[in-house]
């Protein structure tokens, strides 16, 4: 698998030959990137979750799109007001974008490349 990661339209980031574990037919993967488990599930909407020692972040893409960060060290959990929230799929890539209140209005756009 081959991650892009874009902010507000400019490349961030390039990760090549991510090892992924799948469940292609469920749509459910998971993987390591910088010491963070990643997960992301695709059902009638897309879950991205992101999480290390410190913290689980979760985002949702759906109509009724949420997100919140969770504190393990505090106990404590935080919704975040998402302003903008899209995603696209099929067998070759995951494609999402999405702008959180916090984040100064950055746009955060990942291409997950999964197909061969």
Same mark, same amino acid.
């Given at each position: ?10 490349? #961030? ?10 469940? %292609? ?5 998971? +993987? ?15 879950? +991205? $979750?992101?999480? #290390?020692?410190?913290? $689980? ?18 106990? %404590?959990? +935080?919704?975040?007001?998402? %302003?903008?929230? $899209?995603? #696209? ?6 494609? +999402? ?7 100064? *209005?950055? *746009?955060?756009? $990942? ?6």
């Amino acid at each position: 698998m081959k991650l892009l990661h874009y902010i507000n339209g400019n490349l #961030s980031d390039t990760t090549s030959k991510i090892d992924i574990e799948e469940e %292609k037919n469920l749509k459910k993967y998971k +993987f390591f990137l910088d010491n963070i488990i990643n997960y992301i599930y695709i059902t009638d909407r897309l879950v +991205f $979750i992101r999480e #290390s020692d410190d913290y $689980i972040f979760e985002l949702n893409i759906s109509d009724n799109v949420s997100c919140k960060l969770y504190l393990k060290s505090e106990n %404590k959990e +935080f919704k975040i007001d998402v %302003k903008k929230s $899209i995603y #696209s799929q099929n067998d070759k890539y995951i494609d +999402f974008s999405y702008i959180l209140e916090t984040n100064d *209005e950055e *746009e955060h756009h $990942i291409i997950l490349k999964i197909g061969d």
